[in-house]
């Protein structure tokens, strides 16, 4: 089995089992394509370490003690946006694939899921895709019609958005800058495939409340 990547995919570990890290060491360290740069047994851990070892794409474990793994993956994006997140799982549960992505996280593959899917999702994230395991996706789109994937951030702009608040008002309610609010409105069309500022009120206003749990 290879990795067909040039130069190697630098990855970081996170789980609060040393076993299971061990495990993933055994079965990614030897491929070519791949550098393990670092491992945490935690979120906070990994938050210390990350930036010197300097990974391309972090491999986390979801259900951690202390900070979870979409917590974390929420806390990356703030941080480190260039660095990539996939999660790692025993569950396939749709609720937590939906918040693993919302907070950032580009992948969602089953610690059971065969070394070659690993693999797989982790090529496709690092390469800037999206990857999910096969009996996640069936899992997630055997459920009610999911909604667009937006960030925890996102959704609460398009709230405002929604409830006519202009990017002075919500940047003045959320505490952050205008720019950095119009930067969020820019991310929130590309997520949902709008052109303009006209279609994203309109998507707002008829779709917001949708995004308020």
């Given at each position: ?34 550098e393990i740069v670092g491992e945490a047994g ?71 899921a065969p070394a070659a899917e690993i693999v797989?999702?982790?090529?496709a994230v690092a390469a800037g895709g999206t ?83």
């Amino acid at each position: 089995m290879t990795v067909a990547q040039t130069p190697a995919i630098r990855l970081f570990l996170v789980d609060d089992h040393p076993l299971v890290r061990d495990g993933l060491r055994a079965r990614l360290g030897p491929l070519p394509g791949l550098e393990i740069v670092g491992e945490a047994g935690g979120g906070a851990e990994a938050l210390e370490t990350i930036a010197a070892a300097r990974p391309d794409l972090v491999l986390a474990d979801v259900g951690m003690k202390g900070m979870s793994g979409i917590a974390l993956a929420a806390e990356l994006q703030a941080r480190h946006a260039g660095i990539k997140v996939l999660m790692l799982s025993m569950y396939d549960n749709p609720e937590y694939v939906q918040q693993a992505l919302q907070a950032g996280a580009r992948g969602y593959v089953l610690k059971d899921a065969p070394a070659a899917e690993i693999v797989a999702a982790i090529e496709a994230v690092a390469a800037g895709g999206t990857f999910l395991s096969s009996a996640v996706s069936h899992r997630l789109f055997a459920t009610r019609e999911p909604r667009p994937l937006l960030t925890p951030r996102e959704a609460e702009i398009l709230s405002a958005l929604g409830r006519g608040d202009s990017s002075k008002q919500i940047a003045r309610d959320l505490g952050l800058s205008v720019r950095t609010v119009e930067a969020h409105r820019q991310s929130i069309k590309r997520r949902l495939g709008l052109e303009g500022q006209s279609a994203l009120i309109k998507y707002a206003v008829e779709h917001a409340r949708e995004f308020k749990d």
